[in-house]
């Protein structure tokens, strides 16, 4: 899903290729991207990836919600954001949040908020797949 200010995805897709469809950014001074990267280990066990399953439907309108709700609480921005479903294996990306802001130190709180409410409230199940 997408418009002028957003940028929504989950999907199969690697984070790779989505990540290569995001347009340069000239009017924001900070671009900022955090990429979710699969660990080796959880729980000190090694893994090969991790298996990321959804609740079809509701876990993109959830995306939406929390995109559409901070854009009306925090300064204007850009944001794109993709979650990788099925199987990631470690040291490949799951997620990617684009922010793009006119300063850095938004850029990073924004950031850093859309990341907070994604791991809180979008139902995105990780299973392990230990070696």
């Given at each position: 899903?997408?418009?002028?200010?957003?940028?929504?995805?989950?999907?199969?897709?690697?984070?790779?290729?989505?990540?290569?469809?995001f347009g340069p950014s000239d009017k924001h001074?900070?671009?900022?991207?955090?990429?979710?990267?699969?660990?080796?280990?959880?729980?000190?066990?090694?893994?090969?990836?991790?298996?990321?399953?959804?609740?079809?439907g509701m876990a993109l309108a959830e995306l939406?919600?929390?995109?559409?709700?901070?854009?009306?609480?925090?300064?204007?921005?850009?944001?794109?954001?993709?979650?990788?479903?099925?199987?990631?294996?470690?040291?490949?990306?799951?997620?990617?949040?684009?922010?793009?802001?006119?300063?850095s130190a938004d850029a990073f709180r924004i950031?850093?908020?859309?990341?907070?409410?994604?791991?809180?409230?979008?139902?995105?199940?990780?299973?392990?797949?230990?070696?």
């Open positions: 899903m997408a418009s002028d200010h957003f940028s929504i995805s989950i999907s199969e897709k690697p984070v790779a290729e989505v990540e290569a469809t001074g900070a671009d900022l991207r955090f990429h979710g990267v699969v660990r080796d280990s959880e729980d000190g066990r090694p893994i090969l990836g991790i298996e990321y399953s959804h609740y079809d939406e919600k929390i995109v559409h709700e901070t854009g009306k609480s925090e300064i204007a921005h850009l944001v794109a954001i993709h979650h990788k479903i099925g199987f990631v294996k470690n040291g490949e990306a799951s997620i990617v949040i684009r922010v793009q802001t006119p300063h950031g850093a908020e859309y990341l907070r409410q994604i791991k809180e409230t979008v139902p995105i199940w990780k299973k392990p797949i230990f070696e």
